[in-house]
């Protein structure tokens, strides 16, 4: 434990996260490409280089680039016709199930597994009813799901197996890219994102006939000139993008490396003191990315709530973030539909989670001295403040029509 006088906030705000940046003349040097042949985006000469590029990484042809991950799935499910029903999971960002609303299809919504918070393949068959058509789960925090069952159950049941997997760039399980499973997967290259392309995204797919449709779907559905063969919309990433995700890539190994290393120092300060839970370590075969640091705050253990941590936290400039708070059943705008599973793994977490931060130009001191903090906060949990922010939610789960 530290000394509790010298605890002193920061001076600056630390975020959860802060996009790495490539030198700034290395940036400059490549947009000379741009200004000379002024081409801004369409498909043009540096999103090739990054598709090709991106390829390489993930190792395969199989894959289609947009201008943000929310725009890829849409498209993603769109263009493989999914409809009816979809199982997923609640413990996300309200992305993925808004890009099931906007296909007009029904989420319904799985409870998750305790340890990585992935979609429980064991709650999953339970929802199968003859509207489902596919599975959507989540890598939630870069943790891969459990590939091998929610692939059985869709392979049995005939199934479509989508990955949302906006966390999960540069993770890999056994010797492939995380991108390889399922019938298809969404990447987010955010600027929140350990790696980025200032905003962006990625399908990668099974079936190599998709891409056309993707192409057509992203840019109006032009085939040619003068043929629209699909009613698409515009969800080209630009030049500018695709220049910066081909520079943030150069540096993908620096990136994973320094976000293993604030995870080892959070883990070593603070997985022994009580009521605060880390995700035990991935098991050996997955090369994990480490872009989120999430931690689970047990109330009567640690003597705060996640909430009292979270807002004592800013009083010392340090803003984490609950991802993934409330679940996404309990957004207004989910609150009518139907849930059939009391979601009880998931209320808990969602309740208990805290995302610490975590980014490369984060200094190791930094790290310590948030955990400094976050020591001295349970030293002193009887003092009162007051909580500001309190979603209120139902709790009980509705009944299917
Ligand atoms: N599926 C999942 C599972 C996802 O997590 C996401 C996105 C998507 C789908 C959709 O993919 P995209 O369409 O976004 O490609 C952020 C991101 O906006 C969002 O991309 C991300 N997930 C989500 C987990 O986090 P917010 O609302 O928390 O972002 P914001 O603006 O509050 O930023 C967080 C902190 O980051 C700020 O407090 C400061 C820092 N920051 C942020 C930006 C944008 C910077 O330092 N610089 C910046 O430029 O959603």
Redesign the pocket.
Same mark, same amino acid.
């Given at each position: 434990m530290t000394d509790v006088k010298k605890i002193k906030p920061f001076d600056k705000p630390i975020?959860?996260?802060?996009?790495f940046l490539p030198p700034l003349n290395e940036f400059c040097k490549g947009l000379e490409e741009m200004w000379d042949n002024h081409w801004l985006t369409n498909d043009g000469p540096v999103l090739k280089r990054f598709e090709k590029q991106l390829a390489n990484y993930v190792e395969t042809e199989n894959l289609c680039v947009f201008t943000?991950?929310?725009l890829a799935?849409q498209i993603g499910l769109q263009g493989m016709d999914i409809s009816g029903e979809v199982i997923t999971t609640p413990f996300?960002?309200v !992305?993925?199930t808004h890009a099931l609303y906007w296909n007009k299809i029904r989420p319904v919504f799985c409870d998750i597994e305790p340890d990585y918070y992935t979609l429980d393949p064991e709650k999953v068959e339970a929802l199968i009813t003859p509207w489902t058509t596919a599975i959507l789960a989540?890598h939630?925090f870069g943790h891969p799901c459990n590939l091998k069952k929610l692939q059985e159950i869709a392979l049995k049941h005939h199934l479509r197996l989508i990955y949302?997997a !906006?966390?999960a760039f540069g993770v890999r399980v056994g010797n492939k890219s995380i991108a390889q499973f399922g019938d298809l997967s969404m990447f987010?290259f955010?600027?929140?994102k350990l790696y980025h392309s200032l905003?962006g995204?990625m399908l990668t797919f099974h079936d190599p006939g998709l891409k056309k449709t993707f192409d057509y779907l992203k840019n109006f559905g032009f085939k040619s000139e003068v043929e629209v063969v699909m009613p698409g919309t515009n969800a080209k990433m630009n030049e500018m993008q695709a220049l910066m995700g081909i520079q943030v890539l150069t540096y993908m190994e620096d990136l994973i490396a320094k976000q293993k290393e604030i995870d080892a120092i959070y883990r070593e300060r603070l997985q022994d003191d009580p009521g605060i839970h880390f995700c035990p370590e991935l098991p050996e075969n997955v090369r994990h990315n480490y872009g989120y640091v999430p931690v689970e705050i047990d109330e009567k253990e640690f003597g705060l709530s996640r909430d009292e941590l979270y807002e004592r936290l800013k009083h010392y400039n340090v803003?984490t973030?609950r991802?993934f708070y409330p679940l996404i059943c309990d957004f207004a705008c989910y609150q009518s539909l139907s849930v059939n599973d009391p979601l009880r793994v998931a209320r808990k977490v969602s309740d208990q989670i805290l995302t610490l931060p975590s980014y490369y130009e984060l200094s190791l001191d930094d790290v310590h001295r948030i955990c400094d903090i976050i020591e001295h906060i349970h030293s002193r949990k009887t003092e009162k403040i007051q909580i500001t922010e309190k979603v209120t939610r139902p709790y009980k789960a509705k009944v299917m029509p």
């Open positions: 975020y959860i996260t802060r996009p943000n991950g929310t799935l996300t960002f !992305a993925t989540v939630v949302d !906006a966390h987010s955010h600027a929140t905003e995204g803003f973030r991802y």
